[in-house]
């Protein structure tokens, strides 16, 4: 057997995995959790769906590997095609196109079905790792591409001008002379915010999955795994909002609020004008933050999105690894982290 990963091999995916290039980490941590939504479908385990309810809460269910590739993973059909493009999305914003980590396509038809954002996250974090098992969290890192697509599912929903108008009705018109300046935005941001939350409340029926979050489990965030060590939790796209619905400040405007910001205007500028300019947002409005990320959450933030048994025991063994990296796939792989692990787990280097 070739080096590869369940459900996928050199004919249904854009990598090949006989390649060692394709196994360095930026690759392996979008294209292993794919493969584990593949094996977890296979045994009939739903991934955790975080979704949110007409109030904006955070609520649990699940969801099927088919329902969230929107095709059987393992299916004759079934394309995995990483670091593209997603044309449902494209339209909706000018500029160079951005790449989603995940657009499954259905190759009978060349149809591309969804575009996911896909993380592979450890816990406990260093927030959590002294914490009891049931209050683990991971750190969640969220780029402002990811903006870019929560911004284009919601436009999505709101099509055509009867769509635009009701969207901009649910917006509201909030006249702020200089957006840039962070003195004009601050005093206006309760209403920027309750104008998303509206947004939000009115499509919490017609949510969609967006985030992908694989977690493995260590031993109290020693480098060694957990028996019980991997799960998937999904985020939908209003979800997402409700991870950088929090630190609000009086005195400046902080790395969740400046996503809010960002999500407002965005939505607004596709009302008037059937498009928006996501890098020109995303550059004129980082109120003296860097845009490297849009914002983080720590384990300790994470918790209370991911709290229930599916983080406290993870449903996927250590032992099954070896049914999700096949054909000695393993050996390509090139840590390219924590050199203080191998350190840890070599005691003989001291002897």
Not at 44 to 63: E, F, L, Q, S, W
Request: hydrophobic letters at 35%.
């Amino acid at each position: 057997m070739q080096p590869g990963l369940y459900a996928q091999n050199h004919n249904n995916s854009s990598r090949d995995y006989t390649n060692p290039d394709v196994w360095g980490k930026n690759q392996f941590n979008s294209s292993f959790p794919a493969s584990l939504v593949a094996y977890m479908n296979s045994k009939a385990i739903m991934p955790v769906y975080i979704k949110t309810d007409a109030n904006n809460r955070i609520i649990h269910g699940h969801i099927t590997g088919t329902e969230l590739f929107r095709i059987d993973p393992v299916a004759e059909n079934a394309f995995y095609l990483y670091e593209s493009g997603f044309p449902a999305y494209d339209k909706f914003y000018t500029g160079e196109r951005e790449k989603i980590d995940l657009v499954m396509v259905d190759s009978s038809c060349n149809n591309s079905l969804i575009g996911l954002e896909i993380k592979l996250t450890t816990i406990p974090d260093n927030t959590t790792k002294i914490k009891n098992e049931e209050l683990y969290g991971c750190e969640i890192v969220v780029r402002p591409p990811t903006i870019n697509f929560i911004a284009c599912s919601i436009c999505n929903e709101f099509s055509g001008a009867t769509g635009k108008n009701r969207l901009k009705e649910l917006l509201g018109d909030i006249h702020i002379n200089h957006w840039e300046e962070i003195n004009d935005v601050l005093p206006r941001y309760p209403e920027i915010r309750d104008a998303v939350m509206r947004v939000s409340s009115y499509l919490h029926q017609r949510q969609t999955p967006l985030i992908v979050n694989a977690i493995w489990k260590t031993v109290h965030g020693k480098p060694v795994l957990a028996e019980d060590c991997l799960d998937v939790f999904v985020w939908s796209n209003l979800s997402v909002i409700q991870m950088f619905n929090r630190g609000e400040s009086s005195r400046s405007i902080t790395r969740p609020m400046r996503a809010m910001i960002w999500l407002y205007l965005m939505l607004f500028e596709y009302c008037v004008y059937n498009q928006f300019d996501y890098k020109r947002i995303v550059r004129l409005h980082s109120y003296n933050l860097s845009n490297d990320k849009a914002f983080a959450i720590s384990g300790i933030q994470s918790h209370k999105f991911l709290k229930g048994p599916e983080l406290t025991h993870p449903r996927i063994s250590k032992y099954e690894i070896k049914k999700i990296i096949l054909g000695g796939g393993q050996n390509m792989l090139s840590p390219e982290r924590r050199f203080d692990a191998v350190i840890v787990n070599s005691p003989d280097l001291f002897d």
